[in-house]
């Protein structure tokens, strides 16, 4: 089996725990004198805050302490991203409150219920201010300011120098004001996290993250303590993607208050606060103008961008960077300019979810071309081949600042283009558009680029051999679901023979594992297994130098069989030692024999940090740079014109993340990612009113499919390798939401597009598709383009960025 393991569908080993024992989370967390903390928060978007009175809720029973921030006395930080000082934000809120869910006190109690019970006496005189509940509301001239220091509630700005103009020279130009809007990224398990003292004065923090180093590191910046003073463990964690990436404000409240009490605290919160208090994401405007000549070749790409960081920005105010930096897309552009703004609002802050800052360009690119294609007459497919960067040009540097490492971006598209059997579907809309039938067919396209290990291009990992001959994995990535156990432990089966089953595997614990990237960004086997890759070819090669002594042979003679885990002299294969037999003669062999230490090895034992004993090897690898995985996506919808209701009938996916280590594993993270994706385009939004008041904080409010809205997805892939990494990979996790959403838009737009409908925001309710069907039969049909804000011509002017520079660039 080992020979052939990599490229070959795996069950994933960690599930046989799961199903049987079940997983161990944070809330399953005990210890003993271990007290609940329930936080008391804002009913109100934007106020002053007035008098806390908690004398009641101090005398509830089991109430062990209430903390408002005077008592707690943490500083105000930024939790996982500095954007600016001023933006920093109190652990629980001092002046005044920003967003409906805002933490103003904490109730610390022996159980869960008496803490909730205790939280609700606690009274807080609130003095309501106006609110900004969207981003275009706060940058308008007059908006209510968040914060004294920004009165314009401006948190970042990009503008590109003048140069080129993009859309010199086009015979068409399409354009389009397309709405990214706002989700929550509902993990199944809630955002949490446990705090448990030792005699030894170490804190030992048990959170659902993505990324525990990271946490630790941030949570004891935030704290003044020293990093290791803290240990972080990250136990099994239901889902994060994105939104459980770094530290959370709660994590410093818990950790203070176990440290102050001296017991173990733990919090988790319930599904409706988990709605208002985890990050959410996309949330960006975009005005997007497309060039065009008569021939289908672009000349450039417009956009201006304006996001939405919520109350206190944090990352989700750095990834409408991360669209501009890849709205590139697949597409060989002469010229882009692309300008960003982003506004505070008295919302929940935004940071990452699946695909963090690509779904969004990969949106705005692929509803620009798809409407290219209808003003020219083109056929989408065509379009876009014409368009494409040449295989032959990668490396590629792009206009907006990266290297693409490889690709062949026509080929999952013809490959799409097959599967979906292309001629017939549009044959079938030909049809069905000549009888005038109710149910229309759309034909959805999308192509898409995306980067991976963006900014996380290193990673630790160690491997050792047992005593019994099986092997143990540390690896400095943290899986979540994505199945690291089994992955990893196929690379070390290929290369040693040793079975999976006697594959231990280490991560998420900071104590056991030096250092590492955690898991975002679609990193893990690409920098991950490539770090178990090569840790894995040094200690083979430690191994024939460990055999060749053993046997009394030169190391040149002396062969690995990866498919018994055997050694052996070459020609002599009856004499031989397993791996077992290396793990008992390690300890006496002669010092050098197993050649010259890592330099992680080295600075491991010059930090005093673990070096794993006997037979084995640690490193770092860094890939250097992103890769960026590509693909194709084509959907298929019905579309009842009487009622606007979407049927959803195929999903053809095509991804080329480079070598594919475990296909199973793979055409999982497809399915996964494709139903996100769709899902945003059909069914979620977060939704507040004027006042800021959350409308979708339950999973009554908010819409969220299941599996019997969706079709059986059709996954399939090609292979174009990375040249970055040993491994030839790249990364899959978030590929098929950011193909998935704009195929599937452009499918219902398709649909009936015939009746002059140019465009349709998401999610594509049954109500909004019927509205855009309506007005174009009326022959009013929307106009998907409206001007940018005037903070856009302010920018450009050069103009102080302000309420008054505002004003006066309405003149612009």
Known sequence: ???????????????????????????????????????????????????????????????????????????????????????????????????????????????????????????????????????????????????????????????????????????????????????????????????????????????????????????????????????????????????????????????????????????????????????????????????????????????????????????????????????????????????????????????????????????????????????????????????????????????????????????????????????????????????????????????????????????????????????????GTSAHGQGHQTTFAQIVSARTGIDLERIGFVQSDTDLVPRGGGTGGSRSVQVGGSAVSNATDVLVERALRLAAHLLEASVDDIVLDSEEGTFSVAGVPARSVDWSALAVAVDSAPDGLLGEPTAAETTAAERGEPVDPGLAAQLDFDQGEASFPFGAHIAVVEVDTDTGEVHYLRHIAVDDAGTVINPLLFAGQQHGGIAQGAAQTLYEEVIYDTDGNPQTGTLMTYLFPSAAEYPSFEVHNTVTPSPLNPLGAKGIGEASTIGSTPALQNAVIDAVAHFGVRHIDMPMSPQRVWDAIAAARAGNPADPWREPPAIFAAMAAGQEVDPEGLAAAEGI
């Open 1 to 475: 089996m080992a020979g052939s393991i990599l490229g070959n569908e795996v069950r994933r080993t960690e599930d046989p725990e799961l199903l049987t024992v079940g997983g161990r989370y944070v809330y399953d967390h005990t210890a003993n004198g271990m007290c609940h903390a329930v936080f008391v928060r804002s009913p109100v978007a934007h106020a002053h805050i007035g008098d806390i009175d908690a004398s009641e809720s101090e005398t509830a029973p089991g109430v062990v302490a209430v903390f408002t921030e005077t008592e707690l006395g943490v500083a105000p930080h930024h939790g996982f991203v500095k954007v600016a000082d001023e933006f920093a934000r109190p652990p629980l809120a001092t002046g005044k409150v920003r967003f409906v869910g805002e933490a103003v006190a904490v109730v610390v109690a022996e159980s869960l219920a008496e803490a909730t019970d205790a939280a609700e006496l606690v009274a807080v005189d609130y003095e309501p201010l106006p609110a900004a509940a969207d981003a275009e509301a706060a940058l308008a001239p007059g908006a209510p300011a968040l914060f004294d220091e920004r009165p314009n509630n401006v948190a970042t700005e990009i503008t590109d120098p003048p140069g080129i103009d993009p859309l010199d020279g086009a015979s068409h130009v399409v354009r389009g004001r397309y709405v990214n809007q706002k989700l929550a990224a509902v993990p199944l398990e809630p955002n949490s996290c446990a705090a448990v003292p030792g005699d030894d004065g170490r804190m030992t923090v048990y959170c659902a993250t993505q990324m525990p180093h990271l946490t630790k590191m941030q949570l004891a910046g935030a704290l003044g303590w020293a990093p290791q003073r803290l240990r972080v463990i990250a136990p099994h964690v239901g889902g994060g993607f994105g939104a459980k990436a770094g530290l959370y404000h709660e994590h410093t409240v818990v950790a203070a208050l176990a440290d102050r009490l001296g017991r173990p605290v733990t919090w988790t919160p319930g599904r409706s606060e988990d709605m208002t208090t985890l990050a959410h994401s996309r949330a960006q405007v975009q005005y997007a103008e497309l060039g065009v000549r008569d021939d289908g070749t672009f000349t450039g790409l417009r956009v201006r961008l304006v996001g939405d960081t919520g109350a206190y920005p944090n990352i989700g105010t750095m990834l409408p960077a991360g669209t501009k930096r890849m709205s590139n897309g697949t597409y060989a552009f002469p010229a882009i300019r692309f300008d960003v703004v982003t506004a505070v609002t008295n919302t929940t802050p935004t940071g990452a979810y699946r695909g963090a800052g690509r779904p969004e360009a990969a949106a705005l690119l692929e509803r620009l071309v798809d409407q290219a294609a209808i003003e020219t007459g083109i056929d989408p497919i065509e379009i876009r081949l014409r368009n494409f960067i040449s295989p032959d040009a990668f490396p590629f540097d792009t206009l907006t600042g990266v290297t693409y490492d490889s690709g062949n971006y026509a080929l999952p598209l013809r490959r799409a283009v097959e599967l979906a059997g292309y001629d017939e579907l549009r044959a079938e809309q030909a049809r069905r558009r000549e009888r005038g039938d109710v149910r229309q067919l759309g034909v959805g396209i999308a192509s898409f680029v995306e980067i991976t290990a963006g900014g996380l291009t290193s990673e630790f990992a160690a491997v050792r051999i047992e005593p019994d001959g099986g092997a143990t994995i540390r690896v």
